[in-house]
């Protein structure tokens, strides 16, 4: 941790409705930065495009505030950012390296089902973003159902981690890269890349409306999508693996 930062402050609850709708509502309040709020259970969890996300118990889910204070147009890097992060945190508890792998911009994916997933929100004004939610699910014990797609569980690839063990991890990897992208993102594109699916892995994007081809990120971290002799670089979707 850089010796000027506070330290991150972990709250954990026994039930919430969202932990990101909790945070998001201390941060309105003035709550500093570094607050990471854990809940046991959340009764109204939401994932990408308005999907519900289950939290049963054993399961991680969890929001962390940060108020990066940078241009809006940098928002994308700290989903990677993100994503990279938990995938370290989550290594200690891996049953083998390269189990699991990022898929854009920071689900966490064992081949084709999906292990966990971020949400990020951001606060901006005068086009700088001066709050942002980190909300993180992982699916520690259990693999709930997910309409249209194939979930695990840590438990399932014969890993382990508790909730109480995850926390400060994932918040210790973000302090790292965090510390890398102030002085560059070009280390975080290359890492981040070299724990996603690899290049040459055919996709689709927002339920099959694109198909192609995952051809790497641009040196702006948008997905780059292979349709023939065509690159496009894609700053927004919903992606899956085919």
Same mark, same amino acid.
């Given at each position: 941790?850089?010796?000027?930062r506070a330290p991150w402050r972990i709250e954990h609850y026994d039930t919430l409705g969202s ?75 891996? =049953? !083998?390296?390269? *189990?699991?792998?990022?898929? #854009?911009?920071?689900? %966490?994916?064992? $081949? +084709? @089902?999906? /292990? ?30 997910v309409p249209g797609r194939v979930t695990t569980s840590l438990a399932a690839l014969g890993g ?7 926390? =400060? !991890?994932?918040? *210790?990897?973000?302090?790292? #890269?965090?510390?890398? %992208?102030?002085? $560059? +993102? @070009?280390? /975080? ?25 995952y051809a790497g990120l641009d040196d702006d971290g948008a997905l780059l999508l292979r349709e ?15």
């Amino acid at each position: 941790m850089t010796a000027d930062r506070a330290p991150w402050r972990i709250e954990h609850y026994d039930t919430l409705g969202s932990t990101s709708d909790f945070c998001a509502r201390r941060a309105a309040e003035g709550e500093p930065e570094r607050l990471m709020v854990v809940a046991a259970r959340q009764t109204a969890g939401r994932g990408r495009a308005g999907r519900a996300w289950e939290s049963p118990a054993g399961n991680f889910c969890g929001s962390a505030l940060l108020r990066p204070r940078v241009p809006a147009g940098q928002g994308g890097w700290f989903a990677l950012l993100a994503g990279l992060a938990l995938i370290e945190a989550l290594d200690p508890a891996l =049953p !083998a390296p390269g *189990a699991v792998m990022l898929k #854009w911009p920071n689900d %966490l994916m064992a $081949g +084709a @089902a999906k /292990l966990a997933g971020i949400l990020l929100d951001a606060t901006i004004e005068n086009g700088m973003i001066t709050a942002m939610i980190v909300g993180i699910g992982v699916n520690l014990a259990e693999a709930p159902p997910v309409p249209g797609r194939v979930t695990t569980s840590l438990a399932a690839l014969g890993g382990a981690m508790t909730p109480e063990a995850l926390a =400060p !991890a994932f918040c *210790a990897r973000l302090d790292h #890269w965090l510390d890398v %992208l102030a002085s $560059g +993102a @070009a280390p /975080l594109r290359a890492a981040w890349m070299c724990r996603a699916h690899p290049e040459g892995t055919a996709i689709t994007v927002d339920g099959g409306r694109r198909s192609g081809i995952y051809a790497g990120l641009d040196d702006d971290g948008a997905l780059l999508l292979r349709e023939g002799d065509r690159v496009t670089a894609l700053r927004g979707g919903d992606v899956a693996l085919i």
